[in-house]
């Protein structure tokens, strides 16, 4: 089980939802507390961000790379859509002072260092980190509770993950995901999600839901999901 100040996730306590704010704000301190209000308001506990620091954890490459869903490189779609040191900081502070719990997700490790200064409860590893092992044991070694998405994964690739987590004796949470924005419901598959726990029991087993809707949420609950993550805009 997984305790975040009165929260307890796993065992037979009912799904946590996490809100995924992400950079849905699109760099914008005052949007970022706009749309935390909204969450907040609607009975949201765990916000969770996306801590980037661009130069640190991006390539040369990545300034040549066009994502499919925009006509600049990804390094430029982050760069203007992340939030810096004290922005970021801001955001925590308002979301802690107004009930909810600040989460995010680290991308390197001087993001770790970052989150570490800001005293979070918990890191969250998106998908694309699953089998960055490095930065995976840089995280286990702040002692921390971890929750990791596994999207473009199978059980050998997140196993190692796993392995680091029983190393360091750190709580954690494996979310079952589809990368695909928006998934088709058709393509969500939750049974990955009793594949997961049947290989990793010690895990506490949830989704990263990227449908549009509620009720590919409603099914994972019903088979089990402890921690249910959605973005929102």
């Known amino acids: ?52 620091v661009p ?49 995010s997700t680290p991308f390197c490790k001087a993001a770790v260092d970052r989150l570490n200064e800001f005293k979070v409860p918990m890191f969250k590893i998106g998908s694309g ?9 840089y995280i286990c070694k702040q002692k921390k509770p971890i929750i990791l998405s596994t999207g473009m994964n199978d059980i050998k690739s997140i196993t190692p993950s796993v392995r680091l987590f029983r190393k360091y004796k750190i709580p954690f949470a494996l979310l079952h995901c589809t990368n695909i924005y928006p998934t088709d419901h058709k393509l969500v598959r939750l049974e990955a999600m009793i594949k997961m726990k049947k290989f990793f029991p010690d895990a506490i087993v949830g989704l990263s839901d990227h449908t549009e809707g509620i009720y590919t949420c409603l099914g994972a609950a019903t088979l089990g999901a402890k921690i249910i993550e959605k973005h929102f805009t």
């Open 55 to 103: 130069d640190e954890e991006m390539s040369i490459e990545a300034k040549k790379i066009k994502p499919g869903n925009a006509n600049t490189s990804i390094y430029s779609v982050i760069k203007k859509n992340s939030l810096g040191y004290d922005d970021e900081k801001k955001l925590m502070q308002h979301i802690n002072k107004n009930g909810g719990i600040f989460i």
């Open 1 to 52: 089980m997984i305790k975040l100040k009165n929260i307890k996730i796993g065992s037979s306590n009912p799904p946590v939802i996490i809100t995924e704010l992400g950079i849905n704000h699109g760099g914008s301190l005052d949007k970022a507390i706009f749309l935390s209000d909204i969450a907040l308001k609607a009975g949201a506990k765990i916000i969770k961000h996306q801590t980037h």
């Open 129 to 137: 980190e699953c089998n960055n092992y490095p930065l995976v044991e």
